[in-house]
């Protein structure tokens, strides 16, 4: 989202909207193998709609935060400041996950 901040060109948005979508787009593709790779498919089902009721709810409030703080300050870099916090807390978080051990042919994931 830093990109926004310092597109100065036309052509600056439709790369960010181009690298933005392949990641988005990228993200709801794997999702869900993913979650099956790191917790198994016993709670799949469980831990898969958590993710996305979590993230239907940050979609949510996030634009509504993001407002409120450009009404009080005139400016959105505040928002962009902490959704970059975030976006590096959940970079970390994320790659301090162990890597789940490979499973045998025929074995049941659990």
Known sequence: MFWLQVAKDLWMLYLFAAVYG???????????PLIAQFFGTKSHGAIFGIVIAVGSIGGAIGPLLAGHIFDLTGSYRIPFF?????GITDLILTMSLKRPRPSR??????
């Open 105 to 110: 042919a025929g074995e049941a994931l659990s």
């Open 82 to 86: 902490i959704l970059a916090a975030l």
């Open 22 to 32: 392949f990641g988005h787009g990228g993200f709801f593709a794997l999702i869900s």
